[in-house]
């Protein structure tokens, strides 16, 4: 990865930009995760990030507890440097892009940075940046891509394994990335040499394969010696993950996770098609359309491909990367294989009304959600105040002290009710942290201090005591114990 003064210039340009976007998070942001390791502190944190075989992120939680770093400092240092390595993305697919198809004027510069900018700040991406994993998870984007492009364009397997393997010890959730641009960028540089193409996504399986299995075989070690179990692993059910996946992707498409405008990237995948089939037409050139459709396709299943591992957080954005980078990785194809942006006047006009659009409407739609975040923070606090008053009146009434929480999950309600009534996209970032399974917990102790022992309850008792809350309550106090009501899980 080789950088010149033009490149360091439009990075700089770049993270100006996502700064400012994120200068809301930078202050201060919570995600429920947050309120999670600010309870069972750095260490714990790094050891569950260990036996699940982010290596990289378990030795920033070890960091983390070895300087004792506030919680708040933790997560703004893990924000900043990973809108830092984003850039660096968005400047490597730019690089890329524009050494596969040289043009010497300033606009071509721009659309390709544009297209770069949307690839890697995509609608998804947003919840990879709302965790404190957010920078293990941007460096894995790094390395998948640089992964690809050695495999694709320079042919040097040894280092895109290396790459891989890192990339897979940094975060699992980003791989396919690594499969679609494997793809994108051999499909672009073999031209019509079909069987180059097939080799290259033949060598890209086996890194995968070797890289699967090096985790795999690091997860089952760490797990046995430090005596932590996951669960990440423990669900692989080949046939009826497969159809779970295709009954839910549908809706996915649609929904986009709601972390986008209900159908817009439909709308969108319908007006590229409609003109590339025109295209394709006039030009005589209908491999151009197949290949788009192939394209599409392989972003969609690469975007789920590690549901069919493990079929958890299926409502996550994080994990379907490319299914988010579509509209980018298909620009990235029209850049450099086909003459959409030089000797086609209309489609030129066309297509770059669709990718300023959609750039707009994409840096809007952050803006919006990380203004939603921040009023599900303000309201959480404010909240913790009440039941923290809550608490105080029912001890000092009762003559006694609440030690202990029991979370009843609330199977039977709609999750909607683990959300706050005025926030519009029910997604990731917008969860009502003390009313997840994960979080309850830390953020009680987060906005209180109180440490309380979590305890569990037989069957008998969870259904008399779930009878007993009303549709408008969800919390009550029974002798030294705090019962809440769960609503995601």
């Known amino acids: 990865m080789y950088f010149n003064k033009k490149c360091i210039s439009e990075f700089f340009i770049v993270l100006a930009i996502v700064i400012i976007l994120f ?15 600010s309870y069972i502190g750095y260490k714990q944190a790094a050891n569950l990030s260990l036996v699940d075989g982010r290596i990289a992120m378990s030795i920033i939680g070890y960091t983390g507890e070895l300087l004792k770093l506030p919680i708040k400092v933790y997560i703004r240092v893990l924000l900043i440097g990973s809108l830092i390595i984003s850039s660096l993305c968005v400047i490597e697919i730019k690089t890329i892009i524009t050494k596969i198809k040289k043009e010497k004027k300033l ?19 947003i919840e990879n940046l709302y965790f404190a994993e957010c920078f293990v998870m941007a460096v894995s984007v790094l390395l998948y891509i640089l992964s690809a492009k050695e495999i694709a364009i320079n042919n040097n397997y040894i280092k895109s394994m290396l790459f891989a393997v890192l990339g897979m010890f940094c975060y699992q959730g980003t791989i396919g990335i690594f499969i679609t641009m494997t793809f994108l960028f051999s499909m672009i540089e073999e031209k019509i040499i079909l069987k180059n193409l097939v080799k290259k996504m033949f060598i890209m399986c086996i890194e995968l ?15 046995i010696v430090f005596a932590i179990e996951q669960t990440r692993m423990d669900k692989f059910r080949l046939f009826y993950n497969i159809v779970l996946v295709l009954k839910i992707l549908p809706g996915l498409l649609i929904n986009s996770c709601d972390l986008f405008p209900k159908n817009l990237q439909i709308i969108y995948l319908t007006l590229i098609t409609i003109l590339v089939c025109f295209y394709s037409l006039i030009k005589h050139k209908e491999y151009i359309f197949f290949e788009f459709i192939t394209i599409v396709l392989i972003s969609i299943i690469s975007g789920v491909v590690i549901h069919i591992a493990s079929p958890g957080s299926f409502a ?9 980078a579509i509209v980018g990785i298909l620009f990235i194809y029209f850049y450099c294989k086909t003459d959409l942006f030089n000797n086609t006047v209309v489609f030129k006009k066309l297509f770059l009304l669709i990718l300023i659009s959609y750039f707009l409407i994409n840096v809007y739609n ?10 599900v923070n303000i309201n959480e606090k404010k909240d913790l105040k009440e039941i923290n008053k809550s608490i105080e009146e029912y001890e000092i009434k009762n003559n006694c002290q609440i030690k202990k929480i029991v979370k009843l999950i609330d199977i039977n309600s709609d999750s909607s009710k683990g959300f706050y009534d005025e926030i519009k996209h029910k997604n990731t970032l917008t969860y009502c942290a003390y009313r997840t399974e994960w979080s309850a917990e830390g953020i009680i102790y987060y906005y209180t201090g109180r440490n309380l022992e979590t305890s569990k ?14 549709n408008d309550k969800d919390l009550q106090f029974i002798d030294d114990t705090m019962y809440l009501r769960i609503y995601i899980y």
């Open 23 to 37: 200068i809301p998070w930078i202050k201060e942001h919570y995600a429920t995760d947050t309120y999670k390791i």
């Open 107 to 125: 606009q071509y510069e721009i659309i390709a940075l544009l297209i770069a900018y949307i690839t890697i700040f995509n609608f998804m991406y």
């Open 209 to 223: 394969l070797i890289a699967v299995l090096l985790q795999f075989i690091c997860i089952k070690t760490l797990s």
């Open 316 to 324: 996550a954005g994080r994990i379907k990367f490319t299914i988010g």
């Open 366 to 375: 952050y803006e919006f959600l990380i203004f939603e975040n921040q009023k």
């Open 457 to 470: 309850i037989n069957k008998n008792e969870y259904i008399d005591l779930i009878n007993d809350f009303s």
